[in-house]
């Protein structure tokens, strides 16, 4: 046995090991990653008068290192929108593009410049499949988009074609049928893709699509949206701060809210005077001055159905770590005299007294679980909860990865452990 252990080292040495590797991704499914909310880099190309003026070339805004450019520039993220048509366009002068479509470079960081672990995003993922013989650009790629849209918007903008079109592209490269990876808000856009998008049907999918996981998916919307909207920069996380007030603009904001047919008439924010629940953003938005908050909000309501993909379906979450389940906010005199007196937007200048309850740190619970909901009874269906693999983490998680790779059709590609088996049989 010692033999065997110090010949696979030495065969290890001389690149044996990445060939097996090699040899065994050429069996294995193709995959294709779909990030979430933030997840994918944005460049804009700002011919305004002013700091962000990016002289007729693109520049990155989403995001720099340490965020210096990005606090600056993200007023050019937001967006006009056109309550007529429920469309939404770019501040005038300004262009936004996202880079690395087709490249895992794309989604690995979310900075274009990283250092460490310094706006790390998928990184992990990527690399624990490259150990297993996957290659960057070739059997492992991603799909990132626009992610200050939702689905339907996506789908306006031709996104969706590109995406068939990268799956076409990967099927016929790699010899086998594309698993797609979505995490978060990326669950969403799979879903429209698999079932609303027109460009497709039963028998592509058949022919391309092997299966579809998706991580961490809000299904029915989270509480923590709900106090991205309510917050000021001074009250806001640290992330989102440089995205207030612009955040609000977004199509993807109010389509992550809770979803009134899941939360129902549960009390999700709380001040001195009244209750709010899902049925309520109406009131709610009127208070804190979103405008066109509640048109956006019925605007995005139609764009995501229960319909089941009709492909092998993978649904995977985290659990048991405390997710904002209600928000109260607590007034003193002094900002109920604001109120009273200007209509002033009290409560984004107060951080609220957060209720936790059951979820990935992120998403409520039973918005992660609404896959179950509607799909538990289908012959190609299958869902795990990962204790306490948080919203983020799940990317990581060596027992998301594990079964990953088994869905795939990866082995444990790559390890000294394999290889020594392989010899021993031999001798």
């Known amino acids: 046995m010692e033999k065997t252990r110090i010949l696979t080292r030495l065969l290890c040495a001389v690149g044996l090991c990445t060939l097996i590797s090699a040899v065994s ?20 190309k700002n011919g305004n008068y002013d700091y962000c003026n990016t002289g007729g070339n693109y520049k990155r805004v989403w995001y720099d290192l340490f965020l210096w ?32 479509f087709g490249e895992t470079k794309a989604v690995e960081y979310s900075a274009k ?47 969706f074609k590109e995406v068939k079109g990268l799956i076409e592209e990967m099927r016929k490269a790699n010899g086998q049928r594309v698993t797609i990876v979505a995490h978060s808000m990326g669950g969403l856009v799979s879903h429209y893709f698999l079932t609303g998008y027109s460009g497709i049907n039963k028998s592509w999918k058949k022919k391309h699509i092997k299966a579809w996981i998706t991580l961490g998916t809000p299904w029915g919307g989270a509480v923590e949206t ?12 640290d992330w989102w701060k440089v995205l207030v007030p612009y955040g609000r603009t977004f199509e993807s904001t109010p389509w992550l809210l809770p979803k009134p047919s899941l939360f129902g008439d549960k009390v999700l924010v709380e001040t001195n005077s009244r209750k709010y629940t899902a049925n309520d953003y109406e009131k709610l938005f009127d208070r804190i001055n979103y405008d066109d ?3 956006m909000f019925k605007g995005t309501q139609q764009i995501n159905s229960d319909k089941y993909p009709n492909v092998p379906t993978y649904c995977y979450y985290g659990k048991n770590l405390k997710t904002p389940e209600r928000l109260t906010y607590k007034f003193g005199i002094f900002h109920i005299l604001l109120y009273k007196l200007f209509k002033s937007d009290s409560i984004k200048n107060i951080k609220p007294k957060i209720t936790h309850g059951d979820g990935d740190g992120t998403v409520n619970i039973d918005s992660l679980r609404v896959c179950n ?41 790559g390890s000294m452990e394999q290889l020594e088996q392989l010899l021993e049989a031999l001798n």
């Open 113 to 159: 410049l990283a250092v460490f672990s310094l706006g790390k995003y998928m990184r992990n993922l990527v690399q624990h499949f490259a150990k297993c013989g996957y290659k960057r650009g070739v059997s492992i790629r991603a799909a990132p988009y626009d992610w200050r849209l939702a689905a339907d918007e996506l789908d306006r903008t031709g996104y």
């Open 373 to 413: 909901t509607e799909w538990s009874g289908r012959k190609e269906f299958k869902s795990k909860e990962f204790d306490s693999a948080d919203h983020k983490g799940i990317l990581s998680d060596t027992a998301v990865l594990e079964d990953i790779a088994k869905i795939v059709g990866a082995r444990d590609c």
């Open 293 to 295: 908050g509640f048109a």
């Open 69 to 100: 450019r990005t606090r600056i520039c993200s007023k050019d993220l937001q967006l006009r929108y056109d309550k007529s048509s429920n469309t939404y366009q770019n501040k005038t002068g300004i262009e936004v593009r996202v880079p690395g």
């Open 25 to 44: 991704a050429l069996e294995s499914s193709p995959i294709l990653l779909i990030p979430g909310f933030g997840g994918s880099q944005l460049d804009e």
């Open 226 to 237: 709900i106090q991205t909207v309510l917050a000021s920069k001074r009250t806001a996380s």
